[in-house]
């Protein structure tokens, strides 16, 4: 599958996935839904000639389905279509906890176990599919946008990591970012090097495309430092001078973090941005760092490195101040992160981002971004999620009605 899917154009390579599950299982229909850019829908994309790029994308809500269950839980479902013996299929696309969508298949009759562990294995080998095409084609891109992007949110969402979750055997992270209705410059970004993980989060002041901008530089000048080698003392530093040499107007606050994986010792440094949550033994806390100046702001300063005090089975929130608006006042963040200890970090991320658009009742004063980080540990080997090894579970025997 990989090797055909290499040899096909990028924008095919999905369709030849689509064959040869066809040829090999006997599949009825092949499709995959791709998740958007908020993580509340899904976009079927069709054969390479039946997508019709020039228009928006059709979205798929997730709530109450059962797309929905599949990517909370990553764990495949097997139900009847109500056709005779024809079964549905819905398994999820994952990569290190990233839930780039669902493969979903009709098959003549139930499968058994053998069939359902291939169609486990052809769901992780389409996303690697994903990830080696995505870069040659906007086809992915325009399944993720199911509502236009101003020029502002362009800006902004190129800025974000490529992939909005990751697994590792020590943590798992995963970020979310609602925009404004004018785009407010939220931006999060993470790292995974050979014996750290670095986080960052930034809100850059104003709105639109005056934001986005002061964001890219600061995210630049950011990622600059840290691909060469510097610690965070000398990447706040690099990114504060890189507003004051471009003269950019306003500020930009950020939050740096970095975890050792071989020890665990955790050191961060807060410009001028809100504190973070950490969630221990259900009980949730606001860490209070000392806070420096943001970016861009003068006089001429430095930046303080802090030590945090990071156990395995910790949560920490990092947040913008977007979550903590006025119109979203009364929703009890500290009382939802507890009730969502359970949830993987993807999910308690959006859990968080779904809770204040809702009190916001759809309309963001600022952009609301959060980056929830489970911390479990140095010399672990555990993984959230494990791509096709719960596909025994979904069982055959009595596939469900739909």
């Known amino acids: 599958m990989l090797q055909a899917a290499e040899t096909a154009p990028p924008v095919e390579s999905l369709d030849v996935v689509a064959r040869i599950l ?4 006997g599949a009825v229909s092949v499709s995959f839904l791709i998740t958007d850019f908020t993580g509340s829908s899904v976009v079927r994309l069709g054969a390479a000639g039946s997508v019709a790029t020039g228009t928006t994308a059709r979205r798929i809500p997730l709530a109450g389905t059962v797309y929905d269950d599949v990517i909370r839980t990553q764990r495949p479902t097997v139900e009847s279509t109500g056709r005779g013996a024809q079964v549905r299929i819905v398994a999820p696309v994952t990569n290190r906890g990233d839930a780039m969508g669902l493969l979903e298949m009709s098959l003549p009759h139930p499968p058994d176990e053998a069939v359902l562990r291939e169609v486990g294995e ?21 399944g993720r946008r199911t509502l236009p992007l101003s020029l502002a949110a362009e800006i902004q969402h190129r800025l974000l990591p490529g992939s909005l979750t990751c697994e590792a055997a020590q943590f798992a992270v995963s970020g979310a970012l609602e925009p404004a209705d004018h785009v407010g410059g939220d931006t999060f970004d993470y790292v995974l090097d050979r014996d750290t993980v670095q986080l960052s989060i930034t809100d850059a002041m104003g709105h639109d495309v005056q934001a986005a901008m002061l964001a890219t530089l600061a995210v630049g000048a950011l990622r600059r430092a840290r691909r060469a080698g510097a610690d965070l003392r000398e990447q706040a530093r690099q990114a504060d001078k890189a507003m004051r040499e471009h003269n950019q107007p306003g500020y930009v606050t950020g939050q740096l973090l970095r975890i050792n994986l071989l020890d665990g010792a955790t050191e961060f440094v807060n410009a001028g941005h809100p504190w973070p949550l950490r969630l221990r033994d259900g009980q949730v806390e606001e860490i209070r760092p000392e806070v420096d100046l943001p970016f861009g702001v003068h006089p001429l300063h430095d930046y303080r490195v802090q030590e945090l005090d990071l156990r395995p089975g910790d949560r920490l929130v990092l947040l913008s101040d977007g979550m903590l608006e006025r119109n979203v006042k009364a929703l009890d963040l500290n009382d939802l ?23 916001g009742k759809g309309r963001l004063k600022d952009d609301a971004t959060v980056i929830c980080l489970d911390w479990h540990g140095t010399g672990t080997s555990r993984r959230d999620a494990d791509n096709g090894a719960n596909l025994a579970d979904a069982s055959a025997a009595s596939p469900r009605r739909h």
């Open 337 to 359: 992160i507890a009730r969502s200890r359970e949830l993987h970090p993807r999910e308690a991320a959006r859990a968080l981002i779904g809770a204040v658009v809702e009190a």
């Open 122 to 142: 052809a769901a992780h080998a389409l996303a690697y599919v994903v990830i080696a095409n995505r870069p040659f084609t906007d086809l992915y891109q325009w």
């Open 22 to 25: 066809k040829d090999r299982l």
